[in-house]
């Protein structure tokens, strides 16, 4: 048992953890609600940071967005988009922040995705880094 003067202490720390666990667990719901009416659109891009190069074509992994067969034309002009995009990126950067370039692609291809299908799946870019 607690001493009595702590007590308040703890209330207070444990009132502080929970409304913590009730953010994460919005955050969670609103991630599942998403996933659940728009889907998920990845895309797996092989990269050399150091040539500042993409060595390999990326490929795209959509659950619950596009069915991938009847769309190919509408994937190619995704990774069209951001392999010019991130050309564009390692052009322009003199160091290479893939967490940074990883976060404007994201934002880049949720706004083409949203005006080519009116729809906002959950867009993660995933980088495969290499040298050559």
């Given amino acids: 048992m607690p001493l009595p003067e702590l007590k308040g202490l703890l209330t207070d720390i444990a ?3 929970l409304s913590h666990l ?5 955050i ?3 991630l599942t609600r998403n996933l ?3 889907g998920l659109f990845a895309l ?20 619950g967005f596009i069915y991938m067969k009847d769309s190919e034309e509408l994937t190619k002009n ?4 951001a392999k010019q995009f991130l050309e564009n990126e390692l052009k322009n950067s003199k160091v290479v922040n893939l967490t940074l370039i990883k976060q ?11 005006s080519k299908t009116d729809r906002k799946p959950i867009i993660i870019p995933i980088f495969m880094p290499v040298e050559i």
Avoid at 104 to 110: F, G, P, V
């Fill in 15 to 17: 009132t502080e953890e």
């Fill in 22 to 26: 009730e953010m994460i667990g919005a």
């Fill in 28 to 30: 969670v719901y609103q």
């Fill in 36 to 38: 659940s009416e728009d």
């Fill in 44 to 63: 797996v891009i092989t990269i050399d940071p150091k040539k500042k190069l993409i060595p390999l074509e990326p490929q795209v992994v959509s659950r």
């Fill in 78 to 81: 995704f990774i069209e988009d």
């Fill in 104 to 114: 404007n692609l994201a934002d880049h291809l949720s706004k083409i995705v949203y």
